[in-house]
């Protein structure tokens, strides 16, 4: 884990620190085309996630592979809720290459909130966003053309993500264009919806048992996680 962390890091030039919380932004480099999502190759010309995020999803990818909850290593997921939806909050990393794969705008559900998403529910026919740590599962083609199953990893927080059809599928509602005339994406019934244009790439990147991680900087999610817990107990000792 340390290695992986040093890795990522590395590249943010913020040092490891294994006992607490790393506080600390993303860069701020522009993106590289007009399109909503961007595929960048190279870590050192994008965005980030907060050292603080990376640690927490690093931190809970390691247990998840330690307890074969994830069968496909070296690929994940992060999206970040203490972002607005005006901002581009998911991000696709390769571990084993130290690689941006995307990153890109990623909608929440419109019973979460506005352009912040806030409120989060595990309750079916909720529409809202359910946080946490998932798995994710196999594809199908559904009216969002393809899309990819997701399994909520844990107990009370996204474990009815089946139930509730929670999947990551593409919506003409993230883009750009939306922002500039609404002010905020268009929100889904609870799924991360991601661009059109980028959707099927992310999907076939990140498909058949790969790490993804919701972060949401509340309570009601950081107290009562079940792996956010673990986390805690093996810093501490």
């Not at 899309?147 to 999947?167: C, F, H, P, Q, T």
Request: aromatic share 6%; proline share 5%.
């Amino acid at each position: 884990m340390k290695t992986l962390l040093l890795l990522i890091l590395s590249f943010i030039n913020v040092p490891l620190t294994a006992s607490q919380a790393i506080a600390g932004e993303p860069d701020s480099i522009p993106s590289q085309s007009a399109q909503s999502c961007v595929f960048i190759k190279s870590a050192e010309s994008s965005d980030m996630p907060s050292a603080h995020l990376l640690q927490t999803a690093l931190a809970g990818y390691e247990l998840l592979v330690e307890g074969n909850s994830i069968s496909r290593p070296g690929v994940i997921t992060i999206i970040d809720f203490s972002l607005g939806s005006d901002e581009e909050r998911l991000w696709v990393l390769d571990l084993n290459q130290g690689k941006v794969l995307f990153h890109c705008l990623v909608s929440h559900g419109r019973n979460s909130g506005e352009n912040m998403a806030e409120s989060f529910s595990n309750i079916p026919g909720s529409n809202a966003s359910s946080p946490g740590f998932y798995a994710t599962s196999e594809t199908y083609i559904g009216k969002h053309g393809l899309s990819l199953a997701l399994d909520g990893l844990e107990r009370g927080i996204n474990d009815k993500a089946r139930s509730r059809a929670i999947v990551l599928h593409g919506a003409d509602y993230v883009s750009k264009d939306f922002i500039l005339t609404h002010g905020r994406l268009g929100r889904s019934l609870g799924c991360p919806a991601v661009p059109v244009d980028l959707s099927d790439e992310i999907i076939k990147t990140i498909k058949g048992g790969s790490c993804l991680f919701i972060y949401a900087p509340q309570k009601s999610y950081t107290s009562n996680s079940p792996i956010i817990s673990k986390i805690s107990s093996k810093v501490k000792t």
